[in-house]
């Protein structure tokens, strides 16, 4: 849980920040792979299934993100909660290190916009219609999913914080001239999203061959364009 850019700005450098993405898309690909193993079960997302108030899925999130709090996951930046209301606050004692990120990147939760894009766009490519009364599982595999699908987008900003550092020259005239078209020219690389695609794609072959077909379809979706970008399209 500990953060892996939770250190002193200098020593953050873009192949360690480059080394904890390719990590993190490992991750994401298994829990991915693990999610392919239910089908969609969608009595876990029925607000009517439980006796306790929203869905299965809701109040497992909610439950998971509370015990979280309280051991100071989301005092890393890169750890944002899908439901940020009323958190407990936490009981460990924060890191002595600077903060890394500017506070306004560091605030940024676009949560909302993933779980969106995780039900309705992404999980319906994989997740085979049916009901095998596994909800509590599926529950905690979608959980997993969305956490390191949201770890990987929002530790993006650091790739955006590491490249400043490097050429602020560059990066300064596009920021105050809001040109958001210009910073994403300077900050995206397309060889490296090819390449980023590739190993991706080469991962999820050797981990399930019956999976295989998962990489490709998730190329003609936003995912991998969200892996490189940290961020989501506005609207």
Known sequence: MAAEANSNSDNLTLDKVREALIRQEDTIVFRLIQRANFPVNSPTY???FASFSGSLLQFVVKETEALQSKVGRYENPEEQPFFPENLPPSL????????????????I??????WDFYFNQLLPL???PGDDGNYASTASSDLDCL????????????????????DPQDYEPAIRAQDREGLMKLLTFEAVEE???????????????TCAWLIMEMENTRLIRLWFLGSMENG
């Open 195 to 209: 390449m980023v695609k590739k190993r991706v794609g080469r991962r999820q072959r050797f981990s399930d061959r």
């Open 147 to 166: 956490q390191a699908i949201s770890r990987r987008i929002h530790y993006g900003y650091y790739v955006a914080e590491v490249k400043f550092k490097d």
């Open 109 to 114: 939760n676009i949560n909302e916009k993933i």
């Open 46 to 48: 029925d607000e009517k």
């Open 126 to 128: 994989f997740a085979v």
């Open 92 to 107: 460990v004692p924060p890191q002595a290190n600077p903060p890394v990120l500017h506070p306004a990147a560091a605030s």
